[in-house]
């Protein structure tokens, strides 16, 4: 089993910045694959970025160059720096763990936190 717990939203202005966390237990989180998704009021969780045990990332195109996904392995965090926020940002972001399957694709994506409400006002 694997426990992910979220942290960092809130409400920012457009244009401003947020980090937001999401602490790991259960496994040798080094080992993991992990990944932020987002779901806004009536639309589908749709992904965000994604990191995995190797370091490699992957970004949607509607947030490359403004958000950053990294991990530090020694705190078994995963953090999500959004900068250059937007309204369209706004969402519900949930960070989850993908053991293998496609880094893309939601159903891969084993264990899922409760979520974090992001608000960016305009």
């Known amino acids: 089993q694997v426990q992910l717990v979220e942290s960092g939203g809130g409400l920012v202005q457009a244009g401003g910045s947020l980090r937001l966390s999401c602490a790991a237990s259960?496994?040798?989180?080094?080992?993991?694959?992990m990944g932020w998704f987002r779901q806004a009021p009536g639309k589908e969780r749709e992904f965000v970025a994604a990191i995995n045990w190797n370091g490699n990332t992957y970004y949607a195109d509607s947030v490359k160059g403004r958000f950053t996904i990294s991990r530090d392995n020694a705190k078994n965090t995963v953090y999500l720096q959004m900068n250059s926020l937007k309204p369209e940002d706004t969402a519900v972001y949930y960070c989850?763990?993908?053991?293998?399957?496609?880094?893309?694709?939601?159903?891969?994506?084993?264990?899922w936190g409760q979520g974090t409400q992001v608000t960016v006002s305009s």
């Open positions: 989850a763990e993908r053991d293998s399957g496609r880094v893309y694709y939601i159903g891969s994506y084993d264990y």
């Open positions: 259960g496994r040798t989180f080094s080992r993991y694959n």
